[in-house]
């Protein structure tokens, strides 16, 4: 009979399981709120990006549907052979004016996005001098790109330009940073990493995942909320996340965005947006624009909660942004507490190595504009029991 040679990632599932960071995908029984059913229970839902509540908001909902019944549910082809509808047009016209960029393009995801950009505009001759804790999608894209790749500490500027000095004058370079760390919930050092780009002629890059809708004049990103509009070059924001449906979007110069439009192979070789996504996006760019206290919202139950669990003891590192960590240690600690929140209520993900480093491992908690003061109470009366179950605080 034939042996089965896949075997051995069962072997890597059983010391998975062996070290507790084992995990089942918890399943949504209805919409992405701030209370949900996941597996079958009621939970104050401390996981979701949905920073703005806009998944479920009525505007983007009709627009989908709307979208749906003119142009049906797929774009049936990729950008670059029949798939580019018009509605793909008016939303990256759409985002260019929001972002204040020459032009956009949109991406299926902000993984596609980023992974897609940097290995696009970057070959073996050049280099990336890139934040240790930039997200998984950017450090795919640096080793598709073939560039070398230096990486220096987070957020340390001055480690970056010993970095960038010593390398030759002539040689291409991209220095990038995420603009809100996903982990962590900091914000990375853009305005100083903007002046060591000019003084070396670096292009400079920031992935704006978690800053779009959440930071600056209606969640234009982190941009906006430094003041470095013109200072940089790509900027890369995405759909998913705030502004509640999918995708991702590079924004920049006209020329930039046209070579991502011949080069770019998420673009090139994958298929495009179904029209009701791109509606829905459309949607909510009308939203971030007109109802502008959504974010004001979100902000409010940030320092309410955030402050709330700092009062409380928890170690929750340097966050700035309204994902906050509660930092337990060791992975198997995590997921314990991860755990024993689910069962008194309150949904909020352990994360483990690999996705934070091995002594760091967390709860990450992000609240959102539609949660109520009762609810985030309630979670915070429930962190302080299991957290003193637990020994934390
Ligand atoms: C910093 C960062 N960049 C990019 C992405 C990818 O975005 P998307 O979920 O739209 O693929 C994420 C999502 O986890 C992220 O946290």
């Known amino acids: 009979m034939r042996q089965d040679p896949l075997a051995y990632l069962a072997t890597e599932l059983d010391s998975l399981r062996q070290q507790g960071l084992y995990r089942t995908l918890r399943v949504l029984d209805d919409r992405q709120q701030a209370t949900a059913h996941f597996d079958g229970r009621s939970v104050v839902n401390l996981s979701s990006n949905n920073y703005l509540g806009l998944t479920t908001h009525p505007k983007l909902i009709a627009a989908a549907l709307e979208a749906t019944k003119a142009f049906g549910v797929g774009s049936g082809s990729v950008r670059t052979i029949a798939g580019t509808m018009a509605i793909h047009m008016e939303l990256e016209r759409r985002l260019a004016a929001f972002k204040k960029t020459e032009a956009v393009v949109v991406f299926q995801s902000g993984f596609a996005a980023n992974a897609g950009t940097v290995s696009a505009i970057l070959n073996k001759d050049d280099v990336i001098i890139s934040d240790e804790l930039n997200h998984a999608s950017i450090i795919d894209g640096c080793r598709l790109s073939r560039a070398a790749i230096k990486v220096f500490p987070h957020k340390d500027v001055d480690a970056a330009r010993r970095i960038v000095r010593d390398l030759p004058a002539g040689q291409r370079k991209l220095l990038i940073t995420d603009g809100v760390f996903s982990m962590d919930g900091d914000l990375g050092a853009v305005p100083d990493l903007c002046t060591l780009a000019e003084e070396y002629g670096c292009i400079m890059m920031v992935d704006d995942a978690h800053a779009s809708g959440v930071f600056g004049e209606n969640g ?35 020329a930039f965005v046209e070579f991502l439009y011949h080069r770019a192979r998420p673009f090139l070789f994958s298929t495009s947006h179904p029209p009701a996504v791109a509606a829905s996006c459309l949607a909510a760019v009308d939203v971030l624009e007109q109802e502008p206290e959504i974010i004001d919202r979100l902000w409010e139950n940030t320092r309410f909660f955030k402050g ?78 299991v957290g003193r179950e637990l020994g934390l605080i």
Request: glycine share 12%; charged share 20%; aromatic share 8%.
């Open 220 to 254: 234009r990103g982190t941009i906006d909320h430094f003041h470095v509009h013109g200072r940089v070059d790509i900027q890369v924001g995405t759909l998913s996340k705030a502004v509640g449906a999918l995708g991702g979007y590079v924004a920049g110069s006209r």
């Open 308 to 385: 709330g669990l700092v009062k409380l003891g928890f170690n929750t590192g340097l966050s700035e942004s309204p994902i906050t960590p509660v930092i337990a240690g060791e992975g198997s600690r995590a997921m314990k507490l991860s755990d024993r929140l689910f069962q008194e209520g309150v949904f909020a993900q352990g994360l483990a190595f690999p996705t934070v480093a091995r002594d760091k491992a967390r709860v990450r908690t992000i609240v959102t504009a539609t949660h109520t003061r009762q609810e985030l109470q309630f979670a915070l009366d429930t962190f302080a029991k």
